[in-house]
Nanobody
């Protein structure tokens, strides 16, 4: 059994910062790529940022220069530091992780999401 749980969302004023965390736990053999996605009301889920097990990262143009993705492989934890937040960043943020359990194939797990609201 594997669980992926996000935390750190909340209400923040425009220009503020938040740090999201995503912890993977359970019978984990290894974790490959991890990523953050978001879904605003009435919109499709979109990619925010991804990071490989080696630390190579990719960002959507809309967050480049404001958000930083990182991971702690020893803790099986993913982070998203969000600075200079805008109202357009308001969404439910989801974490995903490509996880292999011992004796099983690689599978993509999703968290339940954490709400980020940017408003004055």
């Amino acid at each position: 059994q594997v669980q992926v749980v996000e935390s750190g969302g909340g209400l923040v004023q425009p220009g503020g910062s938040l740090r999201l965390s995503c912890a993977a736990s359970g019978n984990i053999f290894r974790i490959n790529g991890m990523g953050w996605y978001r879904q605003a009301p009435g919109k499709q889920r979109e990619l925010v940022a991804t990071i490989t097990s080696g630390g190579s990262s990719f960002y959507a143009d809309s967050v480049k220069g404001r958000f930083t993705i990182s991971r702690d492989n020893a803790k099986n934890t993913l982070y998203l530091q969000m600075n200079s937040l805008k109202p357009d960043d308001t969404a439910v943020y989801y974490c995903n992780a490509d996880i292999q359990r011992l004796g099983y194939q690689l599978y993509t797990y999703w968290g339940q999401g954490t709400q980020v609201t940017v408003s004055s």
